[in-house]
């Protein structure tokens, strides 16, 4: 099993619509879990941070379930301008060291 | 919020040669620095870490006699590619933690490799 897997899409959905994605670790000890936006050649930036059940911020929420061992993101009133790669990122807890999963990518069309 | 400035942006050099990328953090201190790597379509992937003073620790299969890493002081980190070939051509990355800002990534470098 990979350490973090993502569904890589593509999620093609119209302006305004409900999105979620979700992503699952391997490691039960991970204690914290980010959401990191990239876009096209550019660096990811990061989006949310989760430490413990969830966090809301305006259109975007992400929920962690510990039994289940996955993150969702969930984006409410989807923008074109919220197309991207959405990267799922899992410290491991030795050395602070980031794992990637491989993204999933949303195309946000009018 | 805590900035790393990455340089170059982009780099086009011949098969042969050797490229330094330089990763600076601007407003905080970064004992480790992590460098990663991503080619076209796929994720990033960790090389190595790179601490404050001593060497860098390399993931499984990649080369450190290839990819230098230097850190010598508290705000910068360099990578050398040397002797490039095109199958290095990648966009390379480095990113620190930044205390309360997370992780915070460079702009990133894209090696062209001809």
């Known amino acids: 099993r990979k350490e973090v897997e993502q569904d890589p899409g593509p999620f093609n959905v119209p302006e305004g619509a409900t999105v979620a994605f979700n992503c699952t670790y391997s490691n039960s000890a991970s204690q914290s879990f980010f959401w990191y936006r990239q876009d096209c050649r550019k660096e990811p930036k990061l989006l949310m941070s989760v430490y413990s059940s969830g966090n809301e911020d305006g259109r975007f929420t992400a929920q962690l379930n510990r039994a289940s061992q996955y993150i969702s993101l969930l984006i409410r009133d989807s923008k074109l301008s919220d197309s991207a790669t959405y990267l799922c990122v899992v410290p491991m807890e030795y050395g602070n060291k980031l794992v990637f999963g491989a993204g999933t990518i949303l195309r946000v069309k009018s | 919020g805590a900035v790393v400035s990455q340089h170059p942006s982009w780099v086009i050099c011949k098969s042969g040669t050797s490229v330094k990328i330089e990763c600076r953090s601007l407003?905080?201190?970064?004992?480790?620095m992590f460098w990663y790597r991503q080619f076209p379509k796929q994720s990033l992937m960790l090389m190595a870490t790179s601490n404050e003073g001593s060497k860098a620790t390399y993931e499984q299969g990649v080369e450190k006699d290839k990819f230098l890493i230097n850190h010598a002081s508290l705000t910068l980190s360099t990578l050398t590619v040397t002797s490039a070939h095109p199958e290095d051509s990648s966009f390379y990355i480095c990113?620190?933690?930044?205390?309360?800002?997370?992780?915070?990534f460079g702009s990133g470098t894209r090696l062209t490799v001809v």
């Open positions: 990113s620190a933690s930044a205390g309360v800002y997370g992780y915070t």
């Open positions: 407003d905080f201190q970064a004992t480790t």
